[in-house]
């Protein structure tokens, strides 16, 4: 059994220091962006955003100087991350290179495709999806079918890849492929490579989701060819490098603040001398700070080296029922009297259709609630 325990986080002063820095930078690149684009949070990208974060030295943040990276420490990575969350950023560009593409280059192709790519991710000019699911794999990522065979010229890969977010705009894949056999080990026999998605032979096509929003692909790939040096890792040894990025992918406090502008917003709207609305509010607050304790304590796991699995779990799987249940919350306190168009009303139509994706994305409730069962010795 893993131990379940999450010390509360605490911020030593410099992180304090650099919040005020990250508050002035945002006031003023987030100065008249109506609420309708901030409710998109790490869902909205902006390239050129990206890229003046880059020039602060805030993307990288702890990598390694000999990748272009800054080696500040995770708890001041984290303030980062929350400043542009609570403001509802467009951060979602450099979002997936930032937390696990890096990270996964750096620990397992240490000399080979890191030095090349890394410096890339840390200037905001190589922006990263995940290549994952399939249509008939999600939760059940071992049973993958596209497949890369290694021949004289490289691997070929043939296949397809579904619900790939923002694939239309980025410049590289780290994809999950069948090199080898299952056999008795189902999950023997998967590899992961480094994708340049404008190699010839991919092909990718919008799946319109519920918001009405080209947000995730369908990837298909004919007779793609990748250099024999794009393998991550060692041949068959996808399923703990996978293992290993779905920590850092679940573990971040995008996790319970994806919806903080309708928070922000039924908190500007609330009538402090109604007890409906006080109580409400006041109890989501108070779960807000509970999950901020429990978030930090995985960042500071992080920190230390410690395998964030089973936390991370908790916080994605925890984070996930608050944020699920504010829509109706919004509708039960202010429901009949919003406004048409005002930033209440933006804030609640975004997230009574986004909401519903929040506990599939990044792992479903169910596998989560399977992974902290075992952690837990419970099955
Ligand atoms: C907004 C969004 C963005 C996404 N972006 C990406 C991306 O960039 N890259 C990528 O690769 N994928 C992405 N995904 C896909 C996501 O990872 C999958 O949707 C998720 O893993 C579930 O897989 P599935 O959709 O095939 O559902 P299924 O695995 O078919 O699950 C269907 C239902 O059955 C339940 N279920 C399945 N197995 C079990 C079990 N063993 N025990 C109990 N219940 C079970 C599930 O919990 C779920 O409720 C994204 C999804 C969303 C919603």
């Known amino acids: 059994m893993q131990a379940l325990r999450i010390s509360p986080g605490l911020l030593p002063p410099e992180c304090e220091a650099l919040r005020q820095e990250v508050r002035a930078f945002l006031a003023e690149a987030m100065a008249g962006v109506p609420v309708a684009r901030r409710v998109r949070n790490w869902s909205g990208a902006n390239p050129e955003f990206s890229r003046k974060m880059a020039a602060r030295g805030w993307i990288g943040m702890t990598w390694p100087k000999r990748y272009g990276g800054h080696e500040r420490s995770p708890l001041e990575r984290y303030v980062v991350l929350e400043e542009m969350l609570a403001a509802g950023a467009p951060v979602g560009a450099h979002w997936v290179a930032d937390r696990q593409s890096g990270p996964l280059l750096m620990r397992f192709s240490p000399d080979a495709l890191a030095p090349r790519i890394v410096p890339k991710i840390v200037r905001g000019e190589a922006f990263f999806c995940i290549g994952m699911s399939e249509p008939d794999s999600g939760s059940d990522l071992a049973s993958i079918r596209t497949r890369a065979v290694r021949t004289r010229d490289g691997w070929l890969i043939n296949g397809r890849k579904v619900w790939t977010s923002r694939a239309h705009q980025a410049d590289y894949m780290i994809v ?11 999950h023997a026999g998967l590899s992961q490579l480094l994708l340049d998605m404008k190699t ?4 990718v096509r919008p799946i319109v989701n519920q918001l009405n929003e080209h947000d995730f692909n369908e990837v298909t790939f004919d ?15 996808g399923w703990k490098q996978v293992g290993a990025e779905l920590a850092f992918e679940r573990s971040g406090p995008e996790r ?16 402090a001398n109604d007890p409906r609305h006080t109580v409400a509010l006041g109890r989501v ?3 807000y700070a509970t ?9 500071g796991m992080l920190a230390r080296g410690e395998n964030p699995m089973l936390a991370a779990a908790i916080v994605k799987d925890q ?25 209440l009303e933006q804030a609640m139509r975004y997230m009574t259709l986004a909401a519903p994706s929040f506990s599939l994305r990044g792992g479903t409730r169910e596998i989560l609630r399977g992974i902290i069962a075992k952690g837990l010795d419970l099955r």
């Open 285 to 287: 607050v108070a779960q």
């Open 176 to 186: 999950l492929v069948r090199t080898g056999e299952r056999g008795e080990d189902r």
């Open 256 to 271: 319970y603040l994806s919806s903080t502008q309708l928070l922000l917003e039924m908190l500007d709207a609330a009538d």
């Open 223 to 237: 007779d793609v060819l990748v250099p024999h040096d794009h393998l991550i890792g060692a041949e068959g040894e």
């Open 200 to 203: 010839p032979g991919i092909v």
């Open 319 to 343: 984070g996930a029922l608050i944020e699920q249940a504010m829509p109706d919350l919004a509708h039960d306190l202010f429901g009949g009297g919003v406004a048409p168009d005002s930033p």
């Open 291 to 299: 999950m901020r304790q429990m978030s930090l304590g995985v960042a």
